[in-house]
């Protein structure tokens, strides 16, 4: 039986749904035993980030979990191999079809639980810092949001790779954890603008905003020459002012990127970049994906509100037949 969450309305629903049949060539089926929550599920449930023309309109954009077939062409995976994917939609569900290129073994020493909170950060992390910021050993990056869990990954990833971080977050709790996590410098933006605290750190060369709105005007003044600002989401709204004069003088880019609705090719190399260059290093806990906590996929509306109102210190996941242990959040499990 295949079943999936359906979005009526306000309300979610564990229901069951149309099974997986057929296997297209180049694609695997995956029995999905994680799913993970990001926020561009709660902008698909609210209308505002429709999934790209063809895909699945259920939510969930990575998963964990064991191949169940293979399409013809496939030859780097079978059944029974457990992996972890990026998805473009689709992974609430109990089981997801997925081209192959999207998929990877799940690191070593990593259970399925962890792996499913790696392939959306790490995969915006790596085509964000080092392919469209084409970021150079020793730049330096400022990252908002830096709690989140792209923000945890893009800390440890970068820190990582040699390009220092400064990261600005709510509350003071969730900048002490982006310390430990490798940030050098930290700002808290309920304390206003973080141009002078930027600014006296000695600036950055790259800005990886998912704010927008007023905070462009702030990253062009935090910029050294030949910076680049890396639109990645709008939750500070879609328009903004640009100084022109200053992205003139000092050579600045503002560049948009989103990775859902990229083709796949293009994920197939981020992927296999992934592949080379971070699984080694997951493999070596040099880095690891930040969790916060889990919810049965039964609770996505809890789990989903959790991650709305701001509580979460990296990834929110979703049990959705997994065996490894995982804490649930209960009332005690508020975030920082």
Same mark, same amino acid.
Request: aromatic letters at 6%.
């Given at each position: 039986?295949?079943?999936?969450?359906?979005?009526?309305?306000?309300?979610?629903?564990?229901?069951?749904?149309?099974?997986?049949?057929?296997?297209?060539?180049?694609?695997?089926?995956?029995?999905?035993?994680?799913?993970?929550?990001?926020?561009?599920?709660?902008?698909?449930?609210?209308?505002?980030?429709?999934?790209?023309?063809?895909?699945?309109?259920?939510?969930?954009?990575?998963?964990?979990?064991?191949?169940?077939?293979?399409?013809?062409?496939?030859?780097?995976?079978?059944?029974?191999?457990?992996?972890?994917?990026?998805?473009?939609?689709?992974?609430?569900?109990?089981?997801?079809?997925?081209?192959?290129?999207?998929?990877?073994?799940?690191?070593?020493?990593?259970?399925?639980?962890?792996?499913?909170?790696?392939?959306?950060?790490?995969?915006?992390?790596?085509?964000?810092?080092?392919?469209?910021?084409?970021?150079?050993?020793?730049?330096?990056?400022?990252?908002?949001?830096?709690?989140?869990?792209?923000?945890?990954?893009?800390?440890?990833?970068?820190?990582?790779?040699?390009?220092?971080?400064?990261?600005?977050?709510?509350?003071?709790?969730?900048?002490?954890?982006?310390?430990?996590?490798?940030?050098?410098?930290?700002?808290? +933006?309920?304390?206003?603008?973080?141009?002078?605290?930027?600014? &006296?750190?000695?600036?950055?060369?790259?800005?990886?905003?998912?704010?927008?709105?007023?905070?462009?005007?702030?990253?062009?003044?935090?910029?050294?020459?030949?910076? +680049?600002?890396?639109?990645?989401?709008?939750?500070?709204?879609?328009?903004?002012?640009?100084?022109?004069?200053?992205?003139?003088?000092?050579?600045?880019?503002?560049?948009?990127?989103?990775?859902?609705?990229?083709?796949?090719?293009?994920?197939?190399?981020?992927?296999?970049?992934?592949?080379? !260059?971070?699984?080694?290093?997951?493999?070596?806990?040099?880095?690891?994906?930040?969790?916060?906590? &889990?919810?049965?996929?039964?609770?996505?509306?809890?789990?989903?509100?959790?991650?709305?109102? !701001?509580?979460?210190?990296?990834?929110?996941?979703?049990?959705?037949?997994?065996?490894?242990?995982?804490?649930?959040?209960?009332?005690?499990?508020?975030?920082?």
């Amino acid at each position: 039986m295949t079943k999936a969450i359906r979005v009526t309305g306000e309300s979610l629903s564990w229901e069951e749904c149309e099974p997986v049949v057929d296997v297209p060539e180049d694609h695997v089926a995956i029995d999905i035993a994680w799913t993970a929550v990001n926020r561009a599920d709660l902008m698909q449930r609210a209308g505002a980030y429709p999934p790209p023309p063809g895909a699945s309109d259920i939510l969930g954009l990575e998963v964990s979990g064991t191949i169940a077939s293979v399409g013809a062409g496939v030859r780097t995976l079978k059944p029974g191999d457990e992996v972890c994917a990026l998805l473009t939609g689709g992974g609430y569900a109990t089981r997801v079809v997925v081209p192959a290129v999207q998929v990877l073994p799940v690191p070593r020493g990593y259970g399925l639980r962890e792996a499913a909170a790696i392939p959306e950060a790490f995969a915006t992390a790596w085509l964000n810092l080092y392919h469209e910021a084409q970021l150079k050993p020793g730049e330096k990056v400022l990252v908002h949001a830096a709690a989140s869990g792209l923000g945890t990954t893009v800390i440890q990833l970068a820190t990582a790779l040699g390009n220092p971080v400064f990261a600005t977050a709510s509350t003071d709790d969730k900048l002490e954890i982006c310390k430990r996590l490798g940030a050098s410098g930290c700002w808290n +933006r309920s304390n206003g603008s973080f141009v002078e605290a930027v600014t &006296s750190w000695g600036g950055v060369d790259m800005v990886l905003d998912p704010v927008g709105g007023s905070y462009i005007p702030d990253d062009q003044k935090v910029l050294n020459v030949d910076g +680049r600002i890396v639109l990645i989401g709008l939750l500070g709204g879609r328009m903004g002012e640009v100084d022109l004069g200053l992205m003139l003088v000092k050579r600045q880019r503002l560049i948009g990127s989103t990775l859902r609705s990229r083709p796949v090719n293009d994920k197939g190399d981020v992927m296999s970049a992934l592949y080379q !260059n971070v699984w080694p290093l997951l493999a070596a806990r040099q880095i690891e994906p930040k969790i916060d906590c &889990s919810w049965p996929i039964e609770e996505a509306e809890a789990a989903m509100a959790y991650v709305a109102a !701001n509580k979460n210190v990296g990834k929110v996941l979703l049990e959705v037949t997994g065996s490894d242990p995982a804490p649930f959040c209960e009332a005690k499990c508020t975030g920082v």
